[in-house]
């Protein structure tokens, strides 16, 4: 069936849920935008010595710990497309700890 009906009330209604939901996930869009954007202006206008200190009290200044490798272990770059951390979840390869040692690297010498 090629043909739609216009004044069928159950297709109105579904593409109004949709229109609604697209709108509204449209403003959140913009919202999201306009406050990364206030947050980026807010932080040009510190000083350094206030930035500086603003990122030791959110703990962006700490070392991080490097793993440990085994001798002559082989490195694997986990890559840098598709990282989008809203998609992940806990359960998700691209979070695996590419650091470990795998198969041959796994011997005693």
Not at 23 to 40: I, N, S
Not at 43 to 71: H, I, N, T, V
Not at 86 to 94: A, F, N, P, Q
Request: charged share 50%; aromatic share 10%.
């Amino acid at each position: 069936d090629d043909h739609d009906d216009p004044d069928d009330p159950a297709e109105f209604e579904a593409w109004r849920l949709r229109e609604l939901k697209r709108v509204a996930r449209d403003a959140e869009l913009r919202r999201a935008f306009e406050a990364e954007k206030q947050e980026t202006l807010r932080r040009r206008l510190m000083s350094d010595e206030e930035r500086r200190l603003e990122d030791q009290a959110l703990g962006k200044l700490q070392p991080r710990e490097k793993e440990k490798w085994k001798f002559m272990q082989k490195y694997y770059h986990k890559g840098a497309f598709y990282l989008d951390e809203s998609e992940l979840d806990e359960r998700d390869v691209r979070l695996r700890s590419y650091g470990e040692a795998t198969l041959e690297d796994k011997f005693d010498k």
